[in-house]
């Protein structure tokens, strides 16, 4: 039995590295530090696992050699005019630079899972700017803690006892030393945990978070309530803000995807911004996938651009509203679509899934999804952070490495080793039509 000491969890953006796996053969037998999700994938990774590669005959999907199925990837995308490829952020950093080049080779449109989840608060960004921190300076020095639109203690079980609400700082003795504030439109479990929650009306956190920064300047607001409250719990929740010593706003999907969009984002930035006139506050996206942070933080390095990037014109350009995949599938613009470690079929809206459906499409994935079901051509990969190390960024933008504890099954690749395999096949058919 060998025991494998700071290995970083690949399940939520937490990014836990304290976990301890015990590897007996080519086994997992215990995550020791996890919460139940990331035990869960350490002990079942294995399950409903894809054992070949596979390429679509006739109707059905037939099992195929892996240089066969390379070939065919890069035969798509080549003889696409419009290719796009999308998913990664169950990924590493270094696979997703080498997707950046495969899109740039082909023309096409790289994109990511925030444009369905924390793609909004990007764009926040760059309309406002960012006051942000670790999630250690959260540990140490926050005594306020507002969680608007995010369950972390559902979400991100160890976000609380690691960083925030209950872990012991430096100058914070856990929840003792802090108060936790909700701002959600159902009292989760995170919000039954809460010094106070505030149950804002579904579809108006825009309106909430324009009154607080209302009451945040004094002035009056000429209403009775807003959002559904009272416009007297709006000024005590804006006093709450301003006296803490170091606040922070984390942030999720129940207000990136919620009726307002960027505009909640625009307005919760601008919030953090009117607050650090009176204290110190910092804002900061609550991200879900392990390494969603890590597409946008690799994509920006290497374009500028952190999402929905359109290699097409020969440069990158990048304009949400237009060149996301979203968008580009909404309008039936392109050709062809290779999916990693993503499932768009499940999780995209319906009408969206079909029209990918009818794209000739590849995926590469460790495991079984709606997506490799309906899939052309299907590649198995390795688990990033179980099977083959990288590098991942934390919700915070700190990036860690993630190491490998056990072997792929036999003649399964990294999706990093795969996607050059294509690349590498796609010059090679460029070059020979050339
Ligand atoms: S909180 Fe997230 S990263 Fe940490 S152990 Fe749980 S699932 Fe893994």
Redesign the pocket.
Known sequence: MQTYQDV?????????DD?EVDVDGNKVMKAR???????S?FLSYTHDRIETPMIRKNGSQQPANLDEAITKVAEMLVNAKYPAIYGLALSSCETVRIALELTEEVGGVMDNQSVVCHGPGVLGLHEIGVSSCSLGEIKHRADLILCWGCNPDEA????FE?YSYTAKGRWRNGKADRKLVVVDVRQTSTARKADKFVQVDQGKDYELINALRTALRYEQIQQENVAGIPVEEIEELAELLRNAEFGVILFGLGVTQTSGKGRNLDGLFSLTRDLNKYTKFQIMPARGH?NVNGVNEVSAWQTGFPYGIDFSHGYPWYNPGETTVTDIVRRGENDAMLVVASDPIAHFPKALANRIRQLPLAAIDPVHSVTTMVADIVIPSAFAGIEYEGTAYRMDGVALPLKKVVEPPQGVLSDEDILKKILDKVREIKGRSA
Not at 8 to 16: A, E, F, I, K, R
Not at 156 to 159: D, E, F, G, Q, S
């Open positions: 970083v969890c690949t399940v939520c953006g937490c990014l836990c976990l530090n996890a919460c139940a999700m990331g035990t994938k991100h079980p160890r976000h690691r392990f």
